[in-house]
């Protein structure tokens, strides 16, 4: 039936689509076009009754957010809260895990949000931004750790404990490396790499393990977390931003979860 319907439709426009051959069926260079055509004309098809069901409920109903680990560690226990405060009718839907797949799943369209650090990804037309916060790093040890009392770290004695962190680019990596005294990516000593905060910061509590963790961490938990003292500089951990998917209207409620996330 389908091979039917692609061949009428290839007669009806007197283009053909597909090649077919022994060894199978691949679009034509015109297949391809109508293809992308058909794609954007199914997005805009999918906006308008999105945009009618807004309109017709005021934004009440779900919303549907995706966090990479840092904002889910960070930034989203406090906007979650503000949130149920502002729209207790609204069901919120959290996705979690790492931002790239986050982000297919955005144009996807099964998020209406996703929150990461856009540096992790490739340029896209496809995809608008909002800034939301800045996350600096700082380096933390289990409470009582052999480094808690030096007034320095040097590059030797982070690579005699190692160091957990979460996936980065080596673009990302790179001026946290230079801020640690390391001459490159290749010589940082990564020991763990781990995108669940919540997790790494747990081995941290339980090793020696130095964890690059954002700088709040230590106060969350100072009876089994403390801050050691970051060699260099001042380094930004996270770059968070909204993403969404360009235009696309945003719902009152994921405009709200912005302005309260700013």
Known sequence: AFSRSIQSLESRIGLRLFDRSSRGVELTSAGLTV????????????CLVRDVELLRHGGAGELVIGAAPVPAATLLPDLLTRLRHERPQLVVRLRLGAFVQLVEQLEAQALDLCIGDPRLLAPSDHLAMAPLQKIFGSLCGRHGHPLARAS???PEALRRYGIGAISMTRQLL????????????????????????G???????NTDLIGLLPENAALRDPKRLQQLPWPGSRVQFADMHALWLAGRTLSPAAQLAIDLAQ
């Open 199 to 205: 997790l790494l910061t747990q081995v941290v509590m």
């Open 35 to 46: 293809l992308q055509r058909a794609r954007s004309l199914v997005f805009d098809s999918d």
């Open 174 to 197: 790179k001026p946290i490396a230079a801020s640690l005294g390391f001459a490159s990516v290749r010589s940082f000593p990564l020991a763990l790499e781990c995108d669940d905060l």
């Open 152 to 154: 320095m770290l040097e």
